[in-house]
């Protein structure tokens, strides 16, 4: 039996989540916070988050702050936004943020960018989930 990876996406356009999660939903078990305080709510008390997607719309700075948490956590984290400017691409990054995609994405290009990034937490980081299992076997 597999374990689907979590996926915590934030966001503040209710229609919008309901379709990423609609999306994901069949290869991911996907949680959805609309505000900072359900977001908090998650990373304090989940330790198994494998991805955050955020879409930074309609946030304040503080959305860095998280970013900055979720970094020190090592979850990556991939940013939606109608724009991204040179500015926000460079606090993002700053901030741990690994993958920043610009609004409307492609499903095709979003699902990629997922399975990319999951790949790499399975590649890279697999001990982070797996410690103490002693295995080393796909």
Same mark, same amino acid.
């Given at each position: 039996m597999s374990e689907a990876a979590l996926i915590l996406a934030l966001g503040r356009q209710q229609r919008n989540l309901e379709l990423l999660a609609q999306l994901l939903r069949s290869e991911y078990e996907v949680e959805i916070a609309r505000s900072m305080d359900e977001f908090d709510e998650?990373? $304090? !008390?989940r330790d198994d988050i494998a991805l955050a997607i955020l879409d930074v719309d309609g946030f304040t700075e503080d959305i860095w702050k998280r970013c900055r948490q979720l970094h020190e956590r090592s979850t990556p984290m991939l940013v939606l936004a109608a724009s991204i400017p040179p500015a926000m691409r460079e606090a993002a990054? %700053? !901030?741990? &943020? !690994?993958?920043?995609?610009? /609004?409307? &994405? $492609? /499903? #095709?290009?979003? /699902? #990629? %960018?997922?399975?990319g990034l999951v790949k790499y937490i399975d590649g890279a980081g697999a001990s982070r989930f797996d410690r103490g299992s002693g295995s080393d076997t796909d």
């Open positions: 998650f990373i $304090d !008390h990054l %700053s !901030h741990g &943020v !690994h993958t920043l995609l610009e /609004k409307p &994405v $492609d /499903k #095709a290009d979003l /699902k #990629a %960018s997922i399975r």
